[in-house]
């Protein structure tokens, strides 16, 4: 066991595999009683030694891949931090992981997000939950929008003033996310109220998704009224944090029925997602200037994992160019592959472009490595960490042996940028993407038809209809 000063009082942790673990430390106070649906609050210090043995309970969670199970406590609102190294001297570089689950799910004691080989690399790790769902970024009369963004700064003030304790270097911060917590980080870099907080960001398969305040209302609202209530603080404050998952559980079973109000959200079933709400989030991270460096990609079968786990209708196939593009695809004669290209396009691939191409000095890769259902949504994440066996994305590796050469190299990158800034290719400033794959490749960024299609168009604020 080994002991490390913070501002809240003395942690113990225990050392194995040679780096140092420390679990569940609160970074802000339980969003509970007084303090719920609040922007988050300083936590309370402690007497004596903590051990810091256990993950934090989650936050409450949507039902999806049995999310929902592993919901109890109090206390969400910690973080976890792996060092190969916690001497105060070691000036290590940091790198703060958001996770991913369409801001409805997710949790950061996951195996999957176990830090141990990255930082065994040669970085200091943090990971952390944050309110999701209704209880993170439901637009609810009375309280802060994106409470869920805020706990993530109030992670991040955190890490700058402890983390050199664990042998980080609060100047050298990078912030890394896939999926929602890859748009967390596209957000952050529109916030400010996270200036300052991280050096350089890295933005893993972001969705394009961010709401008007007047959508994420009317999304909150269907909610409450699940609960047979209003989406105000007065009325939600005093409804069991877990019912607030079962209602938004209820509204996505629902949400077909709400196209015609909700437009291309409901078609694709997402409720939750950052509001641009003008004080927190002033803009979309498409339209902001900020001085971090970036290293932006995508995968290249983004939308191939939710093709497998919901197969469309044929209905849904054939009018996905109408719903979902700026205009039109080239006819195919599989509506489902099509649903699959536009699908992925609209959701991953051409936001996370557009940000990289909006940003000179951004560096840019593309994961096109074969697993089990291609390059999907998700692979990623187990290369990233070198989790090749453990957790529920492990399952879309297929061939770990090619997986854990490709993944050797993705760590190296990842570690290389949060070190100097440069994960060893040119920017995408030169045209040029870094393909992962058994066969590494620089190329250039080919010109599809998807860029044809998707060249001009503005990803604006989904709205009502």
Do not use: K
């Not at 009224?225 to 209003?230: D, F, P, S, W, Y």
């Not at 070190?419 to 870094?434: A, H, K, R, S, Y």
Request: glycine share 12%.
């Amino acid at each position: 066991m080994i002991e490390v000063r913070t501002t809240g009082g003395r942690l113990r942790g225990p050392v194995g595999s040679a780096v140092a673990v420390f679990r569940g430390i609160p970074f802000a106070a339980p969003p509970v009683g007084d303090l719920r649906l609040a922007a988050p609050a300083p936590p309370a210090a402690w007497d004596g030694i903590r051990d810091a043995v256990r993950f934090g309970p989650s936050p409450p969670q949507a039902g999806a891949f049995g999310m929902q199970e592993l919901t109890g406590g109090e206390d969400w609102l910690t973080l976890n931090v792996f060092s190969p190294d916690p001497g105060r001297d070691a000036g290590l570089p940091v790198i703060v992981w958001i996770h991913g689950g369409g801001y409805a799910i997710g949790t950061s004691g996951l195996p999957e997000y176990d830090g141990t080989r990255l930082a065994r690399d040669g970085v200091v790790l943090v990971t952390f939950n944050h309110r999701v769902g209704l209880e993170g970024f439901g637009q609810v009369d009375g309280a802060p929008a994106n409470r869920g963004l805020l706990d993530q700064v109030a992670a991040l003030e955190w890490v700058q003033d402890n983390i050199r304790g664990f042998g980080g270097d609060p100047g050298r911060v990078t912030v890394f996310g896939q999926s929602a917590g890859g748009g967390s980080v596209a957000a952050l870099l529109a916030m400010p109220r996270a200036a300052g907080l991280f050096r350089r960001a890295i933005v893993q398969s972001m969705p394009g998704t961010f709401f008007t305040p007047e959508l994420a209302r009317d999304m909150a609202g269907a909610c409450a009224a699940e609960l047979g209530t209003e989406a105000t603080v007065a009325d939600l404050t005093t409804v069991d944090p877990e019912l607030f998952a079962a209602a938004g559980d209820a509204v996505t079973a629902d949400i077909g029925t709400r196209v015609d109000r909700w437009g291309a959200a409901a078609h694709r079933s997402i409720l939750y997602a950052p509001v641009v709400d003008g004080e927190v989030l002033p803009t979309t991270p498409w339209e902001a200037r900020h001085d971090v460096a970036l290293l932006v990609g995508h995968t290249r079968d983004e939308h191939r994992l939710f093709t497998a786990l919901d197969p469309p209708s044929p209905e849904q196939a054939a009018a996905a160019a109408d719903v979902f593009a700026p205009r039109p695809y080239p006819a195919v004669d599989d509506p489902v592959a099509l649903h699959e290209w536009v699908l992925g396009d609209w959701l991953f691939r051409m936001p996370s472009l557009h940000l990289g191409s909006g940003n000179p000095g951004t560096y840019f890769y593309e994961l096109t490595l074969d697993g089990v259902l291609g390059a999907c949504h998700g692979l990623d994440v187990p290369l990233v960490f070198g989790n090749l066996t453990s957790g529920q994305p492990a399952a879309l590796v297929g061939d770990v042996a090619a997986a854990e050469a490709v993944s050797v190299r993705m760590r190296a990158a990842w570690i290389a940028f949060a070190t100097t800034g440069d994960p060893g290719w040119p920017t995408f400033d030169d045209g040029l993407v870094q393909l992962f794959d058994v066969e590494p490749a620089l190329v250039p960024y080919p010109e599809t038809e998807s860029q044809r299609i998707w060249r001009d168009h503005t990803f604006a604020p989904l709205s009502l209809c």
